[in-house]
């Protein structure tokens, strides 16, 4: 593993910055833990050592400063833990401090009461102190060598005999702290990718099967009713419009094998089929004018096809007298723009977000489309509709993503 591997946790190629807020508030969960646990610890310590003798009480007052200390910075990391846009930042400081308070107090008792003793208090601290740290080992590491170059200058300042040994404890101790804390955090952040793979995993198969759903079964059935009267009337037409029905119902349930965006000429192919049917529905009363002047880009399974359908049913279906649909695209500098315009119903109010009122009929599928245009090309969706002179539909994808 190089070092730039080794910075990323071995994740080679992976933005981990999106889980550093994660691993922040797992870091202050940690901290409130050991906040308490070493208020309770230096307390009862100071009392049980100052009641048996082993310290007087001046020598005690460390440890009490220290219990103080660490629950107020508990007290601290509860606060912030409902500061989302700095999580990262609070959770960095009140680490740091943490382990300052410790390494101080592990100082005083191993190097300046007891300089003949194994540092055991300090190997302590610089054993979980990268654990307090989130998510980048090359802080940790910096963090950890300013630890030890302070016992090293400690320990080179006064006579000790015991020097090589305390510092060797410590260079392991510190070594062993970072082993843990890069296993832990990258075995968390391990844990998040993979969740993060299966959310996205979910939400596309539930949006696909959620636009496969939405081919309306009153399509189907007049479709099929108006195949049935073509045989009487003319059995070629209706030979050549059962093929186009069964090429439609292939496409539409084909779109679970697509995970990604899709050429737009397979999806236009797609759209100029269902108004070929749609057309033999409705008659001269549906009339589909094309203005393609780009085609070459690509966008989700099933986005044109269900704007398309909407502005059929919704808008020309329930206007007396017919009217047009007009598809178009356009290319800009940077996004590809797709329109279909109706000059049908239409409809006199729009939602807060920007589509139909709940209410309204193809609502659903509007809200689909859109997501899964923002969801896979990072795209836009503009509703406009005005009663009685119609309704546009814009779809913007970027160009470059």
């Known amino acids: ?22 691993l922040a508030g797992d ?14 610890l230096f307390i009862t310590t100071a009392v049980l050592y100052c009641t048996f003798g082993v310290f007087s009480l001046p020598e005690a007052m460390p440890l009490l400063l220290a219990a103080g200390v660490a629950l107020l910075l508990r007290r601290a990391a509860l606060r912030c833990m409902g500061h989302v846009a700095s999580l990262v930042h609070y959770s960095r400081l009140l680490a740091g401090l943490f382990t300052t308070l410790i390494f101080l107090l592990g100082v005083y008792y191993d190097l300046i009461r007891h300089p003949d003793k194994i540092n055991v208090l300090i190997c302590l601290v610089i054993l979980i102190q990268p654990l307090l740290f ?14 030890l170059a302070c016992v090293a200058v400690w320990e080179l300042y006064l006579p000790d005999p015991q020097r090589l040994t305390n510092l060797m404890s410590c260079f392991w101790a510190a070594l062993l702290g970072l082993y843990l ?22 939400e596309k198969e539930t949006t696909t099967q959620a636009a496969v759903s939405q081919i309306q079964p ?22 050549d419009a059962l093929g186009q029905f069964a090429e439609y119902m292939r496409v539409s349930t ?18 100029r089929n269902y108004a070929a049917l749609e057309q033999m529905r409705f008659g001269g009363k549906l009339r589909v004018e094309y203005n393609i002047e780009v085609e070459d880009f690509f966008l989700p399974a099933l986005t044109l ?31 590809w723009r797709i329109t279909v315009q109706d000059d049908g119903c239409g409809v006199d109010t729009v939602s807060p977000d920007g589509l139909p009122p709940p209410k309204a009929s193809g609502i659903t599928s509007l809200a689909n489309v859109r997501h899964r245009v923002e969801f896979i090309t990072k795209g836009r969706l503009y509703f406009n509709s005005k009663k009685d002179r119609g309704t546009t539909v814009t779809i913007l994808l970027p160009r470059e993503r």
Not at 136 to 144: C, F, K
Not at 254 to 271: K, M, S, T
Request: charged content about 15%.
């Open 1 to 22: 593993m190089n070092t730039s591997q080794w910075a990323n946790l071995g994740y080679a190629g992976q933005d981990l910055s999106p889980f550093e807020p994660i």
């Open 27 to 40: 870091n202050l969960a940690t901290l409130t833990n050991y906040g308490r646990l070493c208020g309770i």
């Open 134 to 147: 989130d998510s980048r080992p090359g802080y940790n590491l910096a963090v950890s060598a300013s630890g």
């Open 181 to 202: 804390a890069w296993h832990k955090t990258r075995n968390m952040v391990g844990m998040l990718l993979y969740a993060q793979r299966e959310k996205s995993a979910v």
């Open 218 to 239: 009153h399509f189907i059935s007049n479709m099929l009713s108006t195949i049935q009267i073509l045989f009487d009337a003319d059995p070629a037409g209706a030979k």
């Open 254 to 271: 084909d779109a679970f094998e697509f995970n990604g965006p899709i050429a737009f000429q397979r999806e236009l192919a797609h759209v």
């Open 305 to 335: 096809q269900p704007l398309v359908e909407n502005a059929i049913t919704h808008g020309i279906g329930n206007r007396h007298g017919g009217g047009t649909v007009t598809i178009a695209t356009q290319a800009d500098t940077d996004n």
